[in-house]
């Protein structure tokens, strides 16, 4: 069964916590991503990888950090620096990453989410 | 000007009807079109995905690309409740190296 899977579903992090959470895939995709989505919000990106041992900063990374250390696996940790983490952490892969080719391999996949709040 | 702009809604249609969900965008580079489905309080589904102008349809869903006007639509035909949804624009930005999310538009579908 090929997939997209994050764990855990719910995570609560006090205050002053780091907490990292899981994103594994098995569809020999290139390319994964982590966004942040608000109530009401579309999805922002933190950070994405294209290759194994390579990994970008997204449009929201200050607060967050990540690696690639293997194909299958991208883990997100949320450090104490990110004010406001309460939101829904969503992953996702692609077959490839890099410039638009206008074909299939753009595609990006979601797993199904964790929804992260602060107590 | 937003990247991608989308009408909140909510769009309120009858079971039965044309649904019509539209989309701008701004980046002339764009190659790639997506529309994505989300029920609430669960993760992104891919519904269509689009690369030339023109239509391209998949069983009630046609999505429908003019690069000139900038614009993509979904039409869901045959409307069920099932539909209710979130439904987001999304594209590949060839000047921003990734894909950009508009903020969704609801759809309700009354029975």
Known sequence: DGGITQSPKYLFRKEGQNVTLSCEQNLNHDAMYWYRQDPGQGLRLIYYSQIVNDFQKGDIAEGYSVSREKKESFPLTVTSAQKNPTAFYLCASSIRGGPGQGSSTDTQYFGPGTRLTVL | Q??????????????????????????????????????????????????????????????????????????????????????????????YNKLIFGAGTRLAVHP
């Open chain 2, 2 to 95: 937003k990247e991608v702009e989308q009408n909140s809604g909510p769009l309120s249609v009858p079971e039965g009807a044309i649904a019509s969900l539209n989309c701008t965008y701004s980046d002339r580079g764009s190659q790639s079109f997506f529309w994505y489905r989300q029920y609430s309080g669960k993760s992104p589904e891919l519904i269509m995905s689009i690369y030339s102008n023109g239509d391209k349809e998949d069983g009630r869903f046609t999505a429908q690309l003019n690069k000139a006007s900038q614009y993509v639509s979904l039409l869901i035909r045959d409307s069920q409740p099932s539909d209710s949804a979130t439904y987001l624009c999304a594209l590949y930005s060839g000047g």
